[in-house]
């Protein structure tokens, strides 16, 4: 039976409390669509996920008009892209991803993830020309997504990949200097990439997945927010423990996760594919009640970056998974809590006071679900810093076996304390430095850990 009390307290969430779906993501795979004519290649792309997608959009929005829930994104993943450049050699891998980006526009999405490559054990054909290639697709198109796996815990990190991502970043920079270097943020490095992830700009539609299938991606920081808020004034000073907020998130979680999986279900009836996975990941924007950083100050630290961060991060993570697992038997891709800098406007605040340095955003990452996300740094940073911020990153995601990423913006001609501003969802931050010291020499030695 409906109780009266979860509808109205489901309302007031999407009312005042910032609950959104925050995306519907179709996954198509494109292994049918391998050529070694790349142009006939391109064209099943792009008719392919046109074809599934077409109604996408559409459907969406009707659903969220019809059940009253904001839809915030309606988004693609596709196969990784290397698998099918492997078949191509010679030809330029970016002539896919304009295909991808001529097909997000025709269906209307906001964005289409999957010009990717898995090569945590090594380069297959076609791996190496398209991360070569990534700077210039991501500054040759609007709508593509890129994301690079080069680790994971049973296959180890492979350190020339690590090198050879540092220079692909600051290129992808630098190719979008215009565009407050809007390509590197949308290129992420990961460890342990999950194939169902329905967020960008990391989402690709791994070899192990269906045909076509539909993912949804819930949040709600806000709403974890106001029900701690809410149990803590209602308890004395004493009578409330961590383990009582423990369990607050963790029934908070649990209605979040429902709303998402209902809505993720019935866009997947309506366009007759199958439903993946439900992602519930606390994922703040830059708007005011929507951030992540908010809940450490509700459970009594004067800022997020204040000593008790990191536990505070493991207790919201922990609980964030165990209630959206109870909540559904198809909980997947991240799930968990996010701290993209320049997308909540409390972490963003704290970076720009010094309350919350790279290194501590670094020991943040080993309890979060991703890892170091949409942080701005000098333009002058070396390839080589690059890289080893990246190497630590995938050490803390092999040895932990959890998902790690990086996702850092090195602003051509700015420096510390400068503004970076990425518009939108992906928000503003201010330059923060990073550590000082040499790895060029560290880095040069490739091979794998």
Partial sequence: MIDTHDILETINMIDNENLDVRTITMGISLLDCIDSDIDKACTKVYD????????????????????????????????????LAGANPGA???????????????????????????????????????IESIPEALAETEFVCSSVNIGSTKAGINMDAVKKMGHIVKEAAIRTADRDC???????????????????????????????????????????KKAIDRAMENHKPGEFTLGEVAEVIKRTAYKVTRVGEIIGKEVAQRLDLPFGVADLSLAPTPAVGDSVGEIFQSVGLSSI????????????????????????????????????????????????????????????????????DMIAIPGDTPAATISGIIADEMAIGMINSKTTAVRVIPVPGKGVGEKACFGGLLGEADIIPVPGGDASTFISLGGRI
Avoid: Q, W
């Fill in 48 to 83: 392919k996920i046109c074809s599934y997608a077409e109604n996408l959009v559409k459907t969406g929005e009707d659903i969220s008009r019809e059940y009253g829930i904001p839809i915030v994104n309606k988004r693609i993943a596709v196969t990784p892209i290397a698998m």
């Fill in 92 to 130: 330029s891998p970016v002539r896919f991803a304009k295909a991808l980006d001529r097909a997000a526009k025709t269906v209307g999405v906001n964005f289409i993830g999957g010009y990717s490559a898995l090569v945590h054990k090594g380069f297959a054909p076609g791996d190496y020309a398209l």
């Fill in 182 to 224: 809007i390509g590197a943020a949308k290129l992420v490095v990961f460890c342990n990439a999950p194939e169902d992830n329905p967020f960008m700009a990391g989402a690709f539609h791994g070899a192990g997945e269906p045909d076509c299938v539909i993912n949804v991606g819930v949040s709600g920081p806000g709403v974890v």
């Fill in 305 to 372: 970056g204040a000593p008790g961060t990191t536990a505070v991060l493991a207790m919201l993570n922990d609980a964030v998974k165990k209630g959206g697992a109870f909540a559904s038997s198809h909980v997947g891709g991240l799930s968990g809590a996010f701290i993209p800098v320049s997308e909540d406007s409390s972490i963003e605040a704290a970076t720009r006071s010094g309350a919350l340095s790279l290194e501590k955003l670094e020991a943040m990452t080993s309890v979060c679900s991703v890892g170091l």
